[in-house]
C-alpha cells in the first residue's frame, strides 16, 4: 500500500507477485474524506520453470521433453558428464544456476557430436545462461552447442541467446 501521491504527477508502483491471480483496484481518499475507487481490474500470473532434479542427462532431457514452448528448464548446480546430445526443438530458456555452479561435461570421443543441439522448426525464442560447458576433447568439430539452421532459406534464427556462460574446447 502507497500511502502517499503527488496530484498531477506521473508514479509507477511495483510489487513483486508468484504464480496466480490477482485483483486490484485504486482507492483514494482526499483530505476532506471524498472515497473514490477505480474499476477491478484482474492480472493472471504464469511462469513455467521445470526444475530437473539433477545435472543429469536423462533428469534434463525428461525436463526438456515435458516443457512447453516458453518454459525455462532449469539444470541445479553440480558437476555432470554427459555423453549424449541434449535437443533443443522449441522455444525454451535452459538456465544452470550460474556457470560457476552448473558444471556440464562430455568425454565424448566423436569428431562432430555436441553437448546441445538447437534444431528448430520456426524462428522462436531459444536462450541458454548460467552454465559451465566443458567439453574434454580436442576433437576438430566437436562443440558444446550446435545450432543447426534451415537450407531451404525458409526463415532465419534471430532470436536464438546464448550468454552468462563459459566454454572450456568444443
Known amino acids: 500500500t502507497i500511502s502517499s501521491i503527488t496530484e498531477e504527477i506521473n508514479q509507477t508502483f511495483v510489487k513483486a ?23 477491478k481490474y484482474n492480472l493472471s500470473v504464469s511462469t513455467a520453470d521445470i526444475i530437473a532434479s539433477t545435472c543429469n542427462f536423462t533428469e534434463v532431457n525428461v525436463s526438456m521433453t515435458s516443457a512447453n514452448s516458453g518454459d525455462t528448464v532449469v539444470i541445479p548446480e553440480g558437476n555432470c558428464i554427459w555423453n549424449n546430445t541434449l535437443i533443443i526443438n522449441k522455444g525454451i530458456t535452459l538456465q544452470g544456476t550460474g556457470s560457476n555452479y552448473t558444471h556440464i561435461s562430455s568425454t565424448l570421443n566423436d569428431t562432430y557430436s555436441s553437448l546441445v543441439s538447437i534444431t528448430l522448426s520456426s524462428n522462436v525464442p531459444v536462450r541458454i545462461t548460467n552454465i559451465h560447458f566443458n567439453y574434454s576433447t580436442n576433437y576438430y568439430g566437436a562443440r558444446s552447442i550446435q545450432i543447426n539452421g534451415k537450407t531451404d532459406n525458409s526463415f532465419a534464427y534471430t532470436q536464438i541467446r546464448i550468454d552468462q556462460n563459459k566454454f572450456e574446447k568444443g
Open 17 to 39: 507477485v508468484g504464480n496466480g491471480s490477482y485483483n486490484w483496484t485504486i482507492n483514494c481518499t482526499d483530505t476532506l474524506n471524498n472515497i473514490g475507487s477505480s474499476t
